[in-house]
């Protein structure tokens, strides 16, 4: 069993973008600059802004945070996010999910411009990564694309079972996984999949991302497969600092012996999350794609 390590892939491309960066600045081009609006005091959203912000100054690029409180008016945040939209000097910006009921989130996302869209969530470059255009991909689904193909595991022809069809992961990675350049023969499971444990069992490459910790047991997995873990639940735990610890959606103790290569949680595909949002800041600020 081989530990799919993401912190060490992570690290290999920030410095991989860094190169970028330096040369893009010697040659006179500005470094590209990040925006995220957060709305709220969310303890989670708090906490992965700060890291995106960390991500960037890790980098060279520039970075921006614009807060508002919970009360903002949809009005407002659609206001903000045209501004972006226009400013020259912003070539890429989020806005971090989830936000407070009274916003139609799904108004918010296809409000920003398709070309600075670099969580990958608008409608426009969902379509276009469907059809294989270039286009940004959602972080989540890039990095574990990503994890796969440095780690030279091979996919063509083989089974993909993907536990679960968030619109985040779900879908996204199903169509990416069955692209010309990966080939894999992909299924998606979810909570009404009949005989689940016996759809699991047939993958040579399973890919759970249902968002219940401990889900996946030993009895699903092929003796040999590759398992990603995109689960990150929090857990309390009396013997963190925090009081809790991340939890995935695979049984890690049980199944590890079981895999050819698995990823651990934390540590696997949440640091490709982060360094997937700078490699498409990059890709806006370098026009490599236009929406």
Not at 136 to 147: K, M, N, Q, W
């Amino acid at each position: 069993m081989q530990l799919i390590d993401g912190k060490k892939i992570s690290a290999e491309i920030k410095s991989e973008i860094a190169e970028k960066v330096k040369k893009l600045v010697a040659e006179g081009i500005k470094a590209p600059h990040l925006a995220a609006i957060l709305v709220g005091h969310d303890g989670g959203s708090e906490t992965y802004v700060a890291y995106k912000i960390k991500d960037c100054a890790e980098v060279g690029f520039g970075s921006t945070l614009v807060r508002f409180e919970e009360d903002v008016t949809e009005k407002e945040l659609l206001a903000k996010i045209e501004e972006l939209n226009q400013d020259p000097e912003i070539d890429g910006f989020i806005v971090q999910l989830p936000l407070p009921r009274h916003i139609d989130e799904q108004k918010i996302i296809e409000a920003i411009d398709p070309s600075k869209d670099v969580d990958g969530f608008h409608p426009v470059n969902v379509g276009r990564m469907v059809i294989g255009l270039p286009s940004f991909v959602s972080a989540t689904p890039y990095g574990i694309v990503e994890l796969i193909k440095r780690y030279g595991i091979e996919t063509s022809g083989k089974n993909c079972v993907i536990i679960g069809r968030s619109n985040i992961v779900g879908r996204p990675l199903s169509v990416l996984m069955s692209h010309k350049n990966i080939n894999a023969t992909v299924t998606v499971a979810h909570s009404r999949t009949h005989n689940l444990k016996e759809v699991c069992a047939n993958a040579d490459i399973l890919i759970a991302a249902i968002g219940v910790p401990g889900f996946v047991t030993a009895e699903m997995v092929k003796e040999g497969a590759v398992v990603i873990d995109v689960g990150t639940t929090r857990v309390p735990a009396t013997d963190t600092k925090s009081g809790f610890r991340l939890k995935g959606d695979v049984d890690f103790d049980q199944v590890a012996p079981r895999c050819s290569y698995i990823t651990p949680v934390p540590g696997g595909v949440g640091p490709m999350t982060r360094v997937s949002l700078l490699y498409n800041t990059l890709l806006a600020a370098t026009r490599k794609f236009n929406g």
